[in-house]
């Protein structure tokens, strides 16, 4: 918000004990930062907190404690309701769909791996959601585009696909260790995953058995009609498995009380540990 910088002045002088600072969108921060810009936060700030919470995991924490002086900077990535996000008996009515936003950094993404299969593959049914999307764009005839989609609607709408796409901003891709709740939302459905690949995806889905990685159309053709059907629905639990044990907002919860214990009893946990095992975090009693 326009206004933050000043609010988190005002918030480090009145709390009387921790204070974190959570970043749902660290690398397009940083950037903003290095160029100059202190609107919503002021680098001088950053080493005041006592945590400085990410949706950004992996070397990005490392260089928010090195080059910002944060004093402690923590992952703490989305999260996925799965009593909201889970299997129903929704008919599916598509090989392959997309949920986003119009973003002009994704769209080339989005035909490629698609718009463009779409057109090789008319037989396939296909269906992009989300607004803000150019009238200039030709869909192809098999291509649903329907134009908002409430959150109520979500679990059906995932539920309604063979498969679901995950599309990445490139701000997202270059810093890795960034992922999406739709990856989360869409896992916790029990709907099979083709996404784009960036740094640190492993550390969330297994590529192959948890989630499938497409680079071309030709990948995306290839996944969606030639995967056997037994194993697109053992990549889907796999993947929800994953979920359910990792990524719910019980474990998110769980996340930020430890880090907050952290904090309050003064102690010192590697990033690094903490960014990718929760084992590695202070018991709470």
């Known amino acids: 918000m326009p206004e933050g910088a000043a609010v988190a002045d005002w918030a480090l002088s009145v709390a009387r004990r921790a204070t974190a600072f959570y970043d749902i969108d660290t690398p397009v921060t940083l950037a903003r930062l290095a160029a100059g810009d202190e609107d919503y936060l002021a680098i001088r700030q950053i080493p005041q907190f006592d945590l400085y919470l990410s949706f950004t ?26 009593v909201l996000y889970c299997p129903d008996s929704s008919r599916q009515c598509w090989d392959l769909g997309y949920i986003g936003t ?22 396939g049914r296909f269906v992009v959601a989300g607004p803000l999307y150019p009238k200039s764009i030709a869909w192809p005839a098999n291509v649903l585009r329907i134009e908002h989609l409430p959150p109520t609607e979500h679990r059906g709408f995932y539920n309604s696909q063979r498969f679901t796409l995950n599309i990445t901003r490139h701000d997202m891709i270059r810093a890795g260790y960034s992922p999406s709740v739709r990856l989360f939302e869409a896992a916790a459905c029990g709907t099979p995953i083709i996404s784009d690949y960036w740094r640190g ?67 010192k946990i590697s990033s690094t540990s903490l960014a990718g095992d929760s084992s590695a975090l202070p018991a709470i009693h």
């Not at 796999?238 to 907050?260: G, P």
């Open 57 to 82: 995991g992996g070397p990005t924490l490392r260089r928010l404690e090195r080059q910002y002086g944060a004093r402690r900077a923590r992952v703490l990535h989305c999260s996925v309701d799965p």
């Open 201 to 267: 995806l492993e550390e969330i889905f297994e590529p192959g058995r948890e989630i499938l990685v497409a680079r071309s159309a030709e990948d995306t053709l290839r996944l969606v009609r030639d995967t056997p059907e037994p194993e697109r629905l053992r990549i889907a639990q796999r993947a929800r498995y994953r979920v359910l044990a990792e990524h719910t907002s019980f474990h998110r919860a769980a996340q930020l009380e430890r880090y907050v214990f952290e904090a309050l009893n003064g102690q």
């Open 102 to 123: 119009y973003s002009e950094d994704r769209q080339p993404t989005l035909e490629k791996l698609m718009v463009y299969p779409a057109r090789c593959w008319p037989q």
